[in-house]
């Protein structure tokens, strides 16, 4: 069964960073590109960014690129979103998902997600 | 960037009757279009990928159709479980993707 366990959510000021991690298992995890998606409170869902299975192409929105990094480390499966200069409308649920194929298809797997909140 | 546009934004069904959700692209995405449900507290689920390919587990009574810009959902007969805010999704060429505002289908 395909698991995706995210973490490294909470407050955070405004300009400031945090790193949220997934962590992955049921499935070889280096096989398939992942994804973060994510979700202001009591609103619709935003794809924020992908990585390739490898780790080598990687992807982002335009209103969060230049401030997030997304990494992977297939020898611990697990997944990365680095973000930094963060404003209040970054507040979310941030999920991890996997792509259902490889090739850059649908999300198959979703995470339970992790709330950040930026705010003073 | 592609903009998914759902529509009605809220549809009241009673239980048994018949549902039917849109999604247009503002541009084609070939038969590259998902759609998911999500429940209150819960992150959302596949059911329709490829426009009209049932997810596993996924009941018949979700049907999709379209390509290009145009695509629909249909539930045949609503159950319980069913009302649900339902997203499209487009995966056309390399990311970013973009979903559809939302269509929640609440109890009429």
């Known amino acids: 069964e395909v698991q995706l366990v995210e973490s490294g959510g909470g407050l955070v000021q405004p300009g400031g960073s945090l790193r949220l991690s997934c962590s992955a298992s049921?499935?070889?995890?280096?096989?398939?590109?992942m994804h973060w998606v994510r979700q202001p409170p009591g609103k619709g869902l935003e794809y924020v960014s992908g990585?390739?299975?490898?780790?080598?192409?990687?992807y982002y929105t335009d209103s969060v690129k230049d401030r997030f990094t997304i990494s992977r480390d297939n020898s611990k499966t697990t997944l990365y979103l680095q973000m930094s200069s963060l404003r209040a409308d970054d507040t979310s649920v941030y999920y991890c998902?996997?792509?259902?194929?490889?090739?850059?298809?649908?999300?198959?797997?979703w995470g339970q997600g992790t709330l950040v909140t930026v705010s003073s | 960037e592609i903009v998914m546009t759902q529509s009605p934004a809220t549809l009241s069904v009673s239980p048994g009757e018949r549902a039917t959700l849109s999604c247009r692209a503002s541009?084609?995405?070939?038969?590259?279009l998902a759609w998911y449900q999500q429940k209150p507290g819960q992150a959302p689920r596949l059911l329709i990928y490829?426009?009209?390919t049932r997810a596993t587990g996924i009941p018949a009574r979700f049907s999709g159709s379209g390509s290009g810009t145009e695509f629909t959902l249909t539930i045949s007969s609503l159950q319980s479980e069913d009302f649900a805010v339902y997203y499209c999704?487009?995966?056309?060429?390399?990311?970013?993707?973009?979903f559809g505002q939302g269509t929640t289908v609440d109890i009429k």
């Open positions: 541009q084609s995405v070939s038969r590259h």
């Open positions: 490829e426009a009209s």
């Open positions: 999704q487009h995966y056309n060429n390399r990311p970013p993707w973009t």
């Open positions: 998902v996997k792509e259902r194929t490889t090739g850059w298809y649908d999300f198959d797997s």
């Open positions: 990585i390739s299975n490898t780790g080598g192409n990687t």
């Open positions: 049921g499935y070889t995890f280096s096989t398939y590109a």
